[in-house]
């Protein structure tokens, strides 16, 4: 048997799991898994500014191609709690990523030993397992089980603390017969799925809600595919954009009382039955339950057994993989169609479409300070179909959701259930390492993009290229409109004049000297005809110097987006005036009807 310390054996495993990328920050209590990682070779290391940091980088680079899982490392103590953040997320939107943290040793862990503190206790709620290794000779177990647990069921992140005596201690392990455990998923029977197509072909008026588990089951296609064999028009999630794409016949729009277009809520307000795979039914797209499922049958379908109803009951659950599930999808209805058996859809789908060239928000504005609308425009012209989005939360990513347009699976890459701020920037940089040669584009309000700025400087100095557009308001743009429902303006305003940048007027924070300090390259635009050749020109410089490079476009300070204030998906205000001819919209996925 090959003798070897535990923490060289988690480092071969790793490889033999795959990985070959990770992202931390070394530290006394992990410097013996380090050693290892440099000892052994085969692992990409991005070094982080910020632990948190590092764990949002995982999560981009896990979110980019099927079947990556990112690893982020970090030492003892308050490297494991600046993780916590990165686990929440993680699992809030189901994604696996590991996370491996160093520990005092284990005879003094009690002892309040320096940075030691009971991180596995911490991280339990928010993590499939979260565990401290306490025998050396259960490391490679451990690490085979959490691959395992990452990869089975609802998929979800992993925390493993190595202490440093655990890391040291020398155990017999044999990587060449090292052999990953295998994935479990429930997978739907053919009774099921004929009863649920049963159900859909009862109805009249059928849409598919198609969520974020079918771009995680890698299973785009088929739904797809499905929706086509069917003719019942889909309505992705936020977490399912991309499914699909934006101008296929059978797009429906997105519905919900923020990242929702009005086509979508006016189609899905229509409809008589809906199907949903690999969904949550979170709250932001369902608003009051009592109108989103009034008149209207379900059937869910959803990895995880205890999801199917936790929201509301469905009139039928299916407890399956996303890509289990529409493979019988497919096989069922590609037999009802050879016989003839299936419900012509062509009406139902072209009134949603007509609903789409109708109900549209209005892009085209010429004012300075610049409208944000203007921003997502100008985007749709630059940047093509291939373009990842990375964003996160505020006006600007609920702006982009109902603006922007997106063709392909894991080309809208966005933090859904947990939202925190400053999770753009990492998570982009992990994006672009994930796929060097794609256009990243990530998308961020000036308060996100200062949470994290100083990883700006990982790209700078890993040559990881990618543009960062940055509406900047000087404002805490959502909670000052969320603060309208209490009439209050209060701490929510970033506004002040800069004594060294005076020419910034009240916007405070020069952006653009920050990120130039950092290494990155920066542009501000203030007049909106401006915009366009700023993003070509950023274009032109990521390729030039790959390091990221910022797009500043400076707002007018109040812009009110479009979202319910009644938790009503029947009622969104539209604060601006719509689209009444094709000139207001000119990007927008069909051309106004008027």
């Given at each position: 048997?090959?003798?070897?310390?535990?923490?060289?054996?988690?480092?071969?495993?790793?490889?033999?799991?795959?990985?070959?990328?990770?992202?931390?920050?070394?530290?006394?209590a992990i410097n013996p898994f380090y050693a290892a990682?440099?000892?052994?070779?085969?692992?990409?290391?991005?070094?982080?500014?910020?632990?948190?940091?590092?764990?949002?980088?995982?999560?981009?680079?896990?979110?980019?191609?099927?079947?990556?899982?990112?690893?982020?490392?970090?030492?003892?103590?308050?490297?494991?709690?600046?993780?916590?953040?990165?686990?929440?997320?993680?699992?809030?939107?189901?994604?696996?990523?590991?996370?491996?943290?160093?520990?005092?040793?284990?005879?003094?862990?009690?002892?309040?030993?320096?940075?030691?503190?009971?991180?596995?206790?911490?991280?339990?709620?928010?993590?499939?397992?979260?565990?401290?290794?306490?025998?050396?000779?259960?490391?490679?177990?451990?690490?085979?089980?959490?691959?395992?647990?990452?990869?089975?069921?609802?998929?979800?992140?992993?925390?493993?603390?190595?202490?440093?005596?655990?890391?040291?201690?020398?155990?017999?392990?044999?990587?060449?017969?090292?052999?990953?455990?295998?994935?479990?998923?429930?997978?739907?029977?053919?009774?099921?799925?004929?009863?649920?197509?049963?159900?859909?072909?009862?109805?009249?008026?059928?849409?598919?809600?198609?969520?974020?588990?079918?771009?995680?089951?890698?299973?785009?296609?088929?739904?797809?595919?499905?929706?086509?064999?069917?003719?019942?028009?889909?309505?992705?999630?936020?977490?399912?954009?991309?499914?699909?794409?934006?101008?296929?016949?059978?797009?429906?729009?997105?519905?919900?009382?923020?990242?929702?277009?009005?086509?979508?809520?006016?189609?899905?307000?229509?409809?008589?039955?809906?199907?949903?795979?690999?969904?949550?039914?979170?709250?932001?797209?369902?608003?009051?339950?009592?109108?989103?499922?009034?008149?209207?049958?379900?059937?869910?379908?959803?990895?995880?057994?205890?999801?199917?109803?936790?929201?509301?009951?469905?009139?039928?659950?299916?407890?399956?993989?996303?890509?289990?599930?529409?493979?019988?999808?497919?096989?069922?209805?590609?037999?009802?169609?050879?016989?003839?058996?299936?419900?012509?859809?062509?009406?139902?789908?072209?009134?949603?479409?007509?609903?789409?060239?109708?109900?549209?928000?209005?892009?085209?504005?010429?004012?300075?300070?610049?409208?944000?609308?203007?921003?997502?425009?100008?985007?749709?012209?630059?940047?093509?179909?291939?373009?990842?989005?990375?964003?996160?939360?505020?006006?600007?990513?609920?702006?982009?959701a109902q603006m922007l347009h997106v063709y392909r699976?894991?080309?809208?890459?966005?933090?859904?259930?947990?939202?925190?701020?400053?999770?753009?920037?990492?998570?982009?940089?992990?994006?672009?390492?994930?796929?060097?040669?794609?256009?990243?584009?990530?998308?961020?309000?000036?308060?996100?993009?200062?949470?994290?700025?100083?990883?700006?400087?990982?790209?700078?100095?890993?040559?990881?290229?990618?543009?960062?557009?940055?509406?900047?308001?000087?404002?805490?743009?959502?909670?000052?409109?969320?603060?309208?429902?209490?009439?209050?303006?209060?701490?929510?305003?970033?506004?002040?004049?800069?004594?060294?940048?005076?020419?910034?007027?009240?916007?405070?924070?020069?952006?653009?000297?920050?990120?130039?300090?950092?290494?990155?390259?920066?542009?501000?635009?203030?007049?909106?005809?401006?915009?366009?050749?700023?993003?070509?020109?950023?274009?032109?410089?990521?390729?030039?110097?790959?390091?990221?490079?910022?797009?500043?476009?400076?707002?007018?300070?109040?812009?009110?987006?479009?979202?319910?204030?009644?938790?009503?998906?029947?009622?969104?205000?539209?604060?601006?005036?719509?689209?009444?001819?094709?000139?207001?919209?000119?990007?927008?996925?069909?051309?106004?009807?008027?």
């Open positions: 048997m090959a003798r070897m310390t535990a923490a060289r054996a988690a480092v071969e495993i790793l490889k033999r799991e795959d990985v070959t990328d990770a992202f931390g920050v070394p530290g006394a990682l440099k000892a052994s070779g085969g692992i990409a290391h991005t070094l982080a500014r910020h632990v948190e940091g590092a764990s949002h980088m995982a999560e981009g680079y896990t979110r980019t191609h099927p079947g990556n899982i990112g690893v982020c490392i970090g030492t003892s103590g308050p490297a494991g709690t600046d993780m916590i953040t990165g686990l929440y997320s993680a699992t809030g939107d189901s994604i696996p990523i590991l996370c491996i943290t160093g520990q005092a040793p284990t005879t003094v862990i009690h002892k309040e030993d320096f940075q030691a503190v009971d991180i596995a206790a911490i991280a339990k709620p928010v993590t499939k397992m979260a565990v401290t290794v306490l025998e050396a000779a259960q490391v490679p177990g451990v690490f085979q089980q959490a691959f395992h647990l990452m990869r089975s069921g609802r998929p979800g992140p992993v925390l493993i603390d190595l202490p440093i005596d655990v890391q040291l201690t020398e155990i017999e392990f044999d990587p060449e017969t090292y052999e990953p455990l295998p994935v479990y998923k429930p997978a739907a029977t053919r009774a099921q799925i004929e009863k649920a197509i049963g159900m859909l072909n009862a109805s009249e008026r059928p849409l598919i809600v198609a969520g974020g588990g079918i771009i995680n089951a890698d299973a785009s296609a088929l739904l797809v595919e499905f929706a086509e064999l069917t003719g019942t028009p889909v309505v992705p999630t936020l977490m399912g954009w991309g499914v699909l794409p934006d101008d296929h016949e059978l797009n429906a729009g997105m519905v919900g009382l923020q990242t929702s277009h009005r086509y979508g809520n006016a189609t899905f307000l229509e409809s008589d039955f809906v199907l949903g795979i690999g969904n949550r039914w979170a709250n932001r797209h369902t608003g009051k339950l009592d109108v989103y499922t009034a008149g209207r049958t379900f059937v869910h379908v959803d990895i995880e057994p205890t999801q199917i109803g936790r929201i509301f009951a469905p009139d039928y659950g299916i407890a399956s993989d996303a890509k289990a599930a529409l493979e019988l999808f497919v096989e069922v209805a590609r037999e009802l169609k050879a016989a003839g058996r299936l419900p012509d859809r062509s009406a139902w789908a072209a009134a949603a479409q007509e609903k789409k060239a109708t109900l549209q928000r209005r892009t085209h504005f010429d004012d300075i300070p610049i409208k944000p609308q203007r921003v997502y425009e100008e985007m749709n012209k630059a940047f093509g179909p291939e373009t990842r989005y990375v964003s996160t939360i505020g006006l600007s990513q609920i702006a982009g699976p894991r080309h809208w890459i966005n933090c859904g259930q947990a939202g925190p701020l400053g999770w753009t920037v990492p998570a982009a940089l992990g994006v672009a390492k994930a796929d060097p040669e794609a256009s990243v584009v990530a998308l961020s309000g000036d308060y996100d993009f200062q949470f994290m700025i100083e990883e700006l400087a990982v790209g700078a100095q890993h040559r990881i290229p990618y543009v960062h557009v940055l509406v900047n308001n000087a404002y805490l743009g959502l909670i000052r409109q969320a603060q309208r429902a209490f009439d209050i303006d209060f701490q929510v305003k970033l506004e002040f004049e800069n004594i060294n940048a005076p020419e910034l007027g009240v916007y405070g924070v020069d952006h653009v000297k920050v990120a130039e300090g950092l290494g990155c390259k920066a542009l501000r635009v203030t007049d909106p005809a401006e915009l366009g050749a700023a993003f070509e020109h950023a274009k032109k410089l990521a390729a030039e110097y790959r390091v990221p490079v910022v797009v500043e476009a400076i707002l007018e300070r109040v812009t009110n987006i479009s979202m319910s204030t009644t938790n009503d998906i029947g009622n969104v205000v539209e604060f601006e005036e719509i689209a009444t001819e094709p000139g207001h919209a000119p990007t927008s996925i069909r051309t106004l009807k008027v």
